[in-house]
C-alpha cells in the first residue's frame, strides 16, 4: 500500500481521465506513477502530473496502480490509497504531441452557475476548433475547468491531438479530436 498526498485539483482530473468502465481495460481503470509523472488515460485523452505537485514516498516502484481509498484532508489536498497491480500500462509519451509550438492560451475557469459554466465550456470548444481547425468532446474539456486556469495549446495540424499544458507545464492533456467528414 501506497500513501500518495496531492492537490484536490489534481485528483479530480487523474479521476476523471482514469478509464471508468468496470472490464473494459484493466489497466486503464488505475494510474500510472513513475518517477516523473503521474498519468491517467481513457484511451480518447490523458493526463500527466508532475511527480514534484505530489509526496509520494521514497523509493516507490514505478507501475500501475489501483486506487483504493481517497480522503480530503482540508480542501486543498487529497490522500490517496494505492495498490500497485501488475500489467503494462500504455506507452504513453508516443501519443503525446512533439515538436509543437505554443498556437494560443485559452482561460478556462469553474464558476458555480452552471449556465455560467456551460457558456465557458462552450466558449473554450470554439476556440480550439478556432486555432485547430479540429472538434473536441466539451466532456473532455468539461475537468480542465478545476484548476481554473490557462492552458497553453499546442497543435500538430489537422485530426491530430492536441496537447494542453498548465502551471509551468507540470500538467499535460492529451486530447483526441473528434473526425468529422463534411
Given amino acids: 500500500m501506497v500513501k500518495?498526498?496531492?492537490q484536490t485539483g489534481d485528483w479530480h482530473l487523474l479521476k476523471?481521465?482514469?478509464e471508468n468502465k468496470k472490464g473494459t481495460r484493466e489497466v486503464l481503470e488505475g494510474v500510472y506513477l513513475g518517477?516523473?509523472?503521474a498519468a491517467a488515460t481513457d484511451g480518447r485523452r490523458l493526463i500527466t502530473i508532475d511527480i514534484d505537485r505530489m509526496t509520494v514516498p521514497e523509493n516507490t516502484p514505478a507501475g500501475i496502480y489501483s486506487i483504493i481509498a481517497a480522503k480530503k484532508i482540508n480542501g486543498?489536498?487529497?490522500e490517496l490509497c494505492l495498490e500497485k497491480y501488475d500489467g503494462e500500462y500504455p506507452e504513453i509519451e508516443k501519443v503525446i504531441p512533439k515538436d509543437n509550438n505554443c498556437i494560443k492560451t485559452i482561460r478556462i475557469d469553474?464558476?458555480?452557475d452552471k449556465a455560467l459554466q456551460e457558456m465557458i465550456l462552450t466558449r473554450a470548444a470554439?476556440?480550439?476548433f478556432q486555432i485547430t481547425e479540429n472538434a473536441y468532446n466539451i466532456h473532455f474539456i468539461r475537468p480542465l475547468a478545476v484548476l481554473s486556469t490557462v492552458w497553453n495549446v499546442y497543435c500538430s495540424g489537422k485530426d491530430k491531438p492536441?496537447?494542453?499544458t498548465a502551471d509551468s507545464d507540470k500538467v499535460k492533456i492529451v486530447l483526441l479530436p473528434f473526425r468529422i467528414d463534411v
Fill in 35 to 37: 518517477k516523473e509523472y
Fill in 126 to 128: 470554439i476556440q480550439l
Fill in 76 to 78: 486543498i489536498f487529497t
Fill in 162 to 164: 492536441i496537447l494542453l
Fill in 4 to 6: 500518495v498526498l496531492m
Fill in 16 to 18: 476523471e481521465f482514469k
Fill in 110 to 112: 469553474k464558476e458555480k
